[in-house]
């Protein structure tokens, strides 16, 4: 497959996986999705390290690899209660900004430059979340809103560390270490509030702890095909189905500033990776 198709491919699967998060999240509390998910994900990524051999899963950075796990389980936490709460086009419309954190984390803390042209998209990516989440403050979905910045900052954090780690470490071990650090760290909380999943509803969490490794998987495969230039336009497809989720399965309209809202995050993100782009030819 093309770069663009398995970009694609990642998005339907990540859309998938959060409106199933949505849909359970009325029965079942956020720890509890959390840890079923991941632990599903981590028997998966065992068979597939299994697989592959016992060089799969060996790792110089453990260290590193459970600083990921705990941001990943912080940004699972936050995103999870907040698609319980917003409807899914509000939450992508806060997570677009994930591109524009990492620019600026990897300025603060790597001391990396940001350009003009970066700072004035990282602005006008903080003035389309404005827009979206401005009418709301005040209101009862305004720490739901605060959930989804935390959670994008935690991912962004994610992003800055995986990007030198990918050098090293194996597809498998980045993926298996933070799901052990999320099934230990979870678990605890999810047993003081468990519920026993119905059949259905177990069936519906084991596609989303599969869908979790499948999408990343075809995030890096489609990385290597093909710029990150070139595939973003293909990511932020993901706003037309999230609306149609949205719609479709939980009957909620959205709202027109969160489309316009949408619309500026992604005109930023898209100068941003522009940019790169030039910059890489």
């Not at 093309?2 to 359970?24: C, E, N, Q, R, Y």
């Not at 028997?43 to 941001?71: E, K, N, Q, Y």
């Not at 003035?127 to 979905?141: R, T």
Request: glycine share 8%; hydrophobic share 60%; net charge positive.
């Amino acid at each position: 497959m093309s770069g663009p198709a398995l970009m694609v491919v990642t998005t339907i699967a990540f859309v998938i996986l959060d409106a199933i998060v949505k849909w359970l999240s009325g029965t079942y509390g956020v720890m509890q999705i959390v840890a079923m998910r991941t632990a599903v994900s981590l028997v998966a990524i065992v068979a597939i390290a299994a697989w592959r051999g016992p060089r799969a899963l060996r790792t110089a950075a453990p260290g590193a690899h459970a600083l990921r796990g705990g941001l990943l389980l912080v940004s699972s936490v936050t995103f999870f209660h907040a698609f319980g709460i917003l409807p899914l086009a509000d939450a992508y419309t806060i997570f677009y900004m994930v591109p524009l954190a990492m620019t600026l984390l990897a300025a603060l803390l790597l001391g990396e430059r940001v350009p003009a042209r970066a700072a004035l998209a990282i602005a006008l990516g903080l003035a389309g979340v404005a827009i979206v989440v401005g009418p709301q403050l005040g209101g009862g979905a305004a720490l739901a809103y605060a959930a989804c910045v935390v959670g994008t900052l935690c991912y962004g954090l994610v992003g800055v560390m995986t990007r030198p780690m990918s050098r090293r470490e194996t597809p498998e071990a980045l993926i298996f270490y933070p799901c052990v650090v999320i099934v230990a760290a979870s678990l605890p909380f999810a047993l003081l509030d468990w519920r026993q999943p119905a059949l259905a509803d177990l069936l519906l969490i084991g596609a989303t702890g599969l869908l979790w490794p499948l999408a990343h998987g075809a995030f890096a495969a489609a990385l290597k095909r093909a710029p990150v230039a070139r595939l973003a336009p293909f990511e932020y497809t993901s706003i037309v189905w999230v609306v149609l989720v949205d719609l479709l399965v939980f009957g909620l309209a959205p709202e027109p500033a969160t489309l316009v809202g949408s619309a500026v995050i992604i005109v930023a993100c898209l100068l941003l990776v522009e940019r790169a782009g030039r910059r890489a030819a």
